[in-house]
Every structure is written in structure tokens, then in C-alpha cells.
């Protein structure tokens, strides 16, 4: 068994990919999905950053041992996703289970599939951005430092939370903010805006 498969949700909008370092700058956790050989896999990640801005490139941290690392290597493309707050026990639970373990995890995770026109490439539902990236071969940093590099390609967030080409948290309902994870299971929502220029 699988995640559940749904459709993409209508308040889906594409991120000028000159803009999509903007989606993960703010330090959010990400779950990052795969796919190879009819396998899917979605695992959390706290290590995930905006590296370049043309083209769009960004890095993240995966242990030898994740089922999702392996997927990345054999089919050279992923997806990065910003959770939200409502979305809080699926990135924990995510987070701490391993497909290697648990064939069914996605569907014990209550974990939710859509698929965006043009990629194979499994989009976890709820979510509030989506970055599809291709991976960017660097051997000797992904055997010695487990750091990744990946071209985004494609780039989506929710309208409800990001809105022009920024995020818009402030004028969301609360359970749309992303999560910042700390440590044993442990997350701080993102907070209320500050702006040095209303200062100036």
C-alpha cells in the first residue's frame, strides 16, 4: 500500500522560479519526497537551504540511511515541500519512521499524494510550497558531508500563504504558518512579521 493518491488543490499557483529561493529562505522544516521504481518515499528534513538564484539551486543534508536518499540517488530528481502547522504530527511522524521499516509508512503517516502535470514526481498534499529539483551529481559531498545539491525546476506554493512572490502569514489562518524544528520532536510556527523599513 501507498500514500493516498488526491488532486492538486485549485488555490495551487506557480512561483516564478527568480523567486523560488523565497520559499525555503525563512528556515522552514521541509519534507522531501522521491520516487524510483513504483517506490515512494517522504521523509522531514531540517537541513534544507537556498544556495543560488539563476538558476534556482538549493542544498539538504540526508543520512546514508534514509530510504528517501537512496530513491534521490537512483532516479536524480526530488521534491522539497513546506509543511504547515496543520500538518504538524504528519512531519513528526514522517520524520521518525523509515520505509526500510514500515513498507506501508505513508499510509500509516496518513501521508497524501498529488501528482503535478509534467513531473513524476510524488507532491505531498496539505502543504503550502513545492519545489521540484533535479539533482546535481557531487559525489564526494554526498559520500563525505551527506549534502545534496539540487536545481529547482518547478516551483508552487499555496495561495492561502504565499501570495505575489511572498509569504503573506500575517493575513493566513494560523494552522498555514511552516514549522521550525528544534530538537526531540520540538517545533517553533513561524512568527509575526517585522520590518526594518517601517523603522527607518
Known sequence: MTATTTTPSPSIA????????????HGPTVLLSARHDGVDNVMAAAWACALDFTPPKLTVVLDKATKTRELIERSGVFVIQVPTVAQL???QQLGNRSLADDPDKLRHA????FAM????????AGCSAWLACRLIPEPHNQQAYDLFIGEVVGAW????AFVNGRWRF??????????????GGHFYATG???????EE
Request: glycine letters at 4%; hydrophobic letters at 40%.
Open 14 to 25: 506557480p512561483v516564478d522560479l527568480a523567486k523560488a529561493y523565497r520559499l525555503i529562505n
Open 117 to 124: 502535470e509534467g513531473y513524476d514526481l510524488p507532491f505531498v
Open 89 to 91: 504530527k504528519l512531519t
Open 170 to 183: 500575517e493575513d493566513a489562518s494560523p494552522e498555514w504558518r511552516s514549522l521550525h524544528h528544534v530538537a
Open 110 to 113: 496518513g501521508a497524501e499524494l
Open 157 to 160: 506554493a499555496d495561495t492561502r
Open 192 to 198: 509575526e512579521p517585522l520590518s526594518a523599513a517601517d
